[in-house]
């Protein structure tokens, strides 16, 4: 048996079966690893000697009679997890030698479910860029092309997944940071409702892992099949012990569907603000045709979908708002100096991002409001639809651009230049109300890149895309690897 693309829950019935054990699969993924990481650079802190020790203590354990969800499977986590013993720094040199003293609750919850975790996956300075890439640790590569970015935030984690470097790995998402990875590297991965899973220890190397709030972020499993996403999700799901206690455990609804043909969909592939490229169209025009021809119902418009335009625009007023919390005094009044500036009639997304760095407190309360008023037209929405298929971003992975100021990168929309934060708008749609969205493979690109698309589900109702996701993998396939990857297929 070749375990290296095999999904978690193909090892768990492996190693239930006793056709292999947790000692031999992490030893596999490590070998694995010192041989291919050195072309992809996916794995920015190993963790090996420990990963041995726990697959040893998982065989014990299943030898025993245990039979946990995650037990003795290979897993990575995102850099930005405070792992106990290991260094977080958010890519960010000053703290190279910041050590955590406990786990992240998402780490904790993925050993409590028996899961051997290899190391930590490479991220973007501060977390804040669509490429990971950074001083500390380097460049990650798209292991379909390594002149290519993998993506972020978690560019690490999907890089690693694709390359077979684990079966399962947890990133975050503000920006599209779990999902815009996975489109590029041809993986899956799950936005969650806002507030399902605790995010406690997935702070900043200088904050105190304190329970917070968040307003944008979430936390969420990335995977190679739709099925796993939901088994990583179920490890993950719940509040923080420290606010609510383990008894008050959410129980999400189950999806509304369980045949493809009984799915109401809204396909979605223009935006307002920004062109969507041609191979990103036809991924969109791939899963939209296959429902159809399911007999799901399949609509192209609907008066109960909110203003794009104006979510883009609220999206990015409320992403930049905390962007600027954190700098020097004079930083921040130079910013001001610029947003005052601004004509009154530029209502560009450039003009949006420095509005909302500096953002007062009263304004932020204003756009709230209206981030209430879009959550209701969600709401109506998803009365007349189950899901909405849309793009992720406009394109597939981009060629690495490392230009130290973001504000001169352009992003490249069939052969049009377009100002690089700007492709963050189709992420924003489903984060900025909060609602769970699935990044799903949809085939690739005519330059044979991967291509994804996101289905965003009602709040709460996570189960819904992810069931959705399930079933369109099973009608258009899901993941394949990828074919720069060095070595053999083991």
């Given amino acids: ?26 030893d ?29 203590a998982a065989d014990h354990a299943r030898a025993r009679g245990e039979g946990r969800p995650l037990l003795g499977i290979p897993v990575t986590v995102k850099e930005s997890y405070n792992v106990a013993g290991l260094p977080t720094t958010w890519g960010i040199p000053l703290h190279r030698n910041h050590l955590p003293a406990e786990d992240a609750v998402q780490v904790s919850r993925l050993r409590a479910a028996g899961a051997v975790v290899l190391g930590k996956t490479n991220v973007p300075l501060g977390l804040q860029d669509v490429q990971s890439f950074n001083e500390l640790y380097g460049t990650t590569n798209n292991p379909w092309d390594h002149g290519r970015t993998p993506g972020g935030s978690s560019g ?28 590029f590297c041809g993986v899956y991965a799950h936005k969650p409702t806002l507030g399902l899973a605790a995010s406690r220890g997935m702070v900043p190397p200088s904050t105190p892992a304190l329970p917070a709030d968040l307003d944008l972020a979430v936390v969420g499993p990335m995977a190679r099949s739709a099925r796993d996403l939901t088994l990583l999700l179920d490890v993950m799901a719940g509040p923080d012990p420290l606010t609510l206690g383990m008894a008050h455990q959410l129980t999400l609804p189950p999806s509304r569907h369980e045949r493809l043909g009984d799915f109401r969909v809204l396909v979605l592939d223009t935006h307002p603000l920004i062109p969507s490229g ?24 609907s008066p109960l979908l909110p203003d794009l335009a104006e979510a883009a625009m609220l999206y990015t007023q409320l992403l930049f708002s905390g962007s600027s919390a954190y700098f020097p005094v004079e930083a921040y009044e130079q910013l001001r100096t610029r947003a005052a500036g601004l004509s009154t009639d530029d209502r560009s997304l450039d003009a949006a991002r420095l509005r909302g760095m500096v953002l007062s407190h009263r304004d932020w309360i204003e756009a709230n409001s209206r981030r209430e008023l879009h959550r ?115």
Avoid at 2 to 24: C, D, F, H, M, P
Avoid at 169 to 180: K, M, P, Q, V, Y
Avoid at 421 to 437: E, K
Avoid at 457 to 484: C, H, N, S, V
Wanted: one cysteine or more; hydrophobic letters at 40%.
């Fill in 376 to 490: 209701h037209s969600w709401r109506q929405l998803f009365t007349e639809f189950d899901a909405v298929v849309c793009p992720i971003t406009p394109t597939p992975a981009f060629p690495h651009d490392h230009n130290p100021d973001p504000r001169e990168r352009r992003i490249d929309i069939d052969g049009v230049e377009y100002p690089y934060f700007d492709q963050l708008v189709w992420a924003g749609l489903p984060t900025m109300p909060g609602l769970p969205a699935t990044a799903v493979p949809a085939g690739r690109s005519p330059e044979g890149l991967p291509v994804g698309v996101q289905l965003i589900g009602p709040m709460y109702e996570d189960r819904t895309p992810l069931r959705l996701a399930e079933l369109l993998e099973q009608e258009i396939g899901g993941f394949q690897a990828p074919k720069t990857v060095p070595g053999p297929a083991r």
């Fill in 1 to 26: 048996m070749e375990w290296k693309y095999q999904t978690a829950e193909n090892l768990a019935a492996a190693l239930r079966a006793g056709e292999v054990t947790s000692a031999e699969l992490t």
């Fill in 278 to 301: 041609s191979a990103v169209r036809a991924g969109v025009a791939r899963v939209a045709d296959a429902l159809a021809d399911s007999g799901a119902r399949v609509e192209r418009h």
């Fill in 28 to 56: 596999d993924a490590i070998a694995r690893i010192e041989r291919d990481d050195k072309a992809i650079n996916a794995i920015c802190m190993p963790d090996f000697d420990r990963a041995r020790v726990a697959a040893h």
């Fill in 156 to 183: 690490g984690s999907a890089a690693a997944l694709a390359s077979g470097f684990g079966a399962l790995s947890i990133g975050s998402d503000l920006a599209g940071s779990l999902r815009t990875p996975a489109h």
